[in-house]
Nanobody, 124 residues
Framework: QVQLVESGGGLVQAGGSLRLSCVASGRTFSLNVMGWFRQSPGKGREFVAAITWNGDGTGYGDSVKGRFTTFRENTRRTVYLQMNNLKPEDTAVYYC?????????????????WGQGTQVTVSS
């Protein structure tokens, strides 16, 4: 079993920054690509970012490129999502996800493990 726990969400004004963290526990040796998704009310789960095991590969959704950065510290079994220049449309529940695949994956169905989510609210 794998457990993922996100933290770092909150309320921030437009233009501000937040850093989300996701700590993995359990059978973490089976994990490779770690991803971030978000979901707003009435919408599907949207790909935000992902990173490979050794950090040499990343992928970002078009709406966050240039503003969000993901990185990981494997010794701490933690992946981060640094969010800068936040906009009201970034408001959503943000989820950490993981897969044993070695390649960056962009759809939610390709990730087998999920955290409980953390709320991010950006005020205008």
């Amino acid at each position: 079993q794998v457990q993922l726990v996100e933290s770092g969400g909150g309320l921030v004004q437009a233009g501000g920054s937040l850093r989300l963290s996701c700590v993995a526990s359990g059978r973490t040796f089976s994990l490779n690509v770690m991803g971030w998704f978000r979901q707003s009310p009435g919408k599907g789960r949207e790909f935000v970012a992902a990173i490979t095991w050794n950090g040499d590969g990343t992928g970002y959704g078009d709406s966050v490129k240039g503003r969000f950065t993901t990185f990981r510290e494997n010794t701490r079994r933690t992946v981060y999502l640094q969010m800068n220049n936040l906009k009201p449309e970034d408001t959503a529940v943000y989820y950490c996800a993981a897969t044993g695949d070695w390649r960056i994956r962009f759809t939610a169905s390709e990730y087998g493990y999920w955290g409980q989510g953390t709320q991010v609210t950006v005020s205008s």
